[in-house]
T-cell receptor, first 114, second 115 residues
Framework: DTGVSQDPRHKITKRGQNVTFRCDPI?????LYWYRQTLGQGPEFLTY????????KSRLLSDRFSAERPKGSFSTLEIQRTEQGDSAMYLC????????????FGSGTRLTVV | AQKVTQAQTEISVVEKEDVTLDCVYE???????LFWYKQPPSGELVFLIR??????QNEISGRYSWNFQKSTSSFNFTITASQVVDSAVYFC????????????FGTGTSLTVIP
């Protein structure tokens, strides 16, 4: 068990480009979560999966964002037509149940849109 | 409305001093869970403690202790005899039983321990 892995750790992209991040959760965890953290703020919930099903999406997740978790294993978060306001740390977490049980976070992907 | 408030944005202490990080929460649920996470410069959020709303007993773990008071909706975190390795951003978070699929995080307190 190597914890929750996220790739890449850092991504710099030009405005308007598409980016995709990957998260590999702890293998036996059935739930996977994505959060976004902007500078000086706490993480904000974006979406979560139970196995391969995406069960909840935050209003923060605009139409330009899409997340998938094929086969209930790793997950990808894609941002299309990036904007400067998308610059943030994107954190992935996994767990057995809901947030009430707590979950394990990855180290995040820091996105900078220039 | 902010569900979790961490009024202290930044705190600096000299090594070996005690420091308390404040957390005030707001919820209408009778069943809820409170958490503290540590975020070192590497970015990973490290779990420190989970407490449910029915357990107001204070907890001590080594140099860390937590004071949960429902009457004031507070869940404060004290580090005794601080060390340089304690330097990090600390987040308090709330999870509500009814919508128990997400955390509501505070804005964090950045702690710097000066050697």
């Amino acid at each position: 068990d190597t914890g929750v892995s996220q790739d890449p750790r850092h991504k710099i992209t030009k405005r308007g480009q598409n980016v995709t991040f990957r998260c590999d959760p702890i293998s036996e965890h059935n739930r996977l979560y994505w959060y976004r953290q902007t500078l000086g703020q706490g993480p904000e919930f974006l979406t979560y999966f139970q196995n391969e099903a995406q069960l909840e999406k935050s209003r923060l997740l605009s139409d330009r964002f899409s997340a998938e978790r094929p086969k209930g294993s790793f997950s990808t978060l894609e941002i299309q037509r990036t904007e400067q306001g998308d610059s943030a740390m994107y954190l992935c977490a996994s767990g057995y149940g809901g947030a009430n049980y707590g979950y394990t976070f990855g180290s995040g992907t820091r996105l900078t849109v220039v | 409305a902010q569900k979790v408030t961490q009024a202290q944005t930044e705190i600096s202490v000299v090594e070996k001093e005690d420091v308390t990080l404040d957390c005030v929460y707001e919820t209408r649920d009778t069943t809820y869970y409170l958490f503290w996470y540590k975020q070192p410069p590497s970015g990973e959020l490290v779990f420190l403690i989970r407490r449910n709303s029915f357990d107001e007993q204070n907890e001590i773990s080594g140099r860390y202790s937590w004071n949960f008071q429902k009457s004031t909706s507070s869940f404060n975190f004290t580090i005794t005899a601080s060390q340089v390795v304690d330097s990090a951003v600390y987040f308090c978070a709330l999870s509500e039983a009814e919508t128990g699929n997400q955390f509501y995080f505070g804005t964090g307190t950045s702690l710097t321990v000066i050697p």
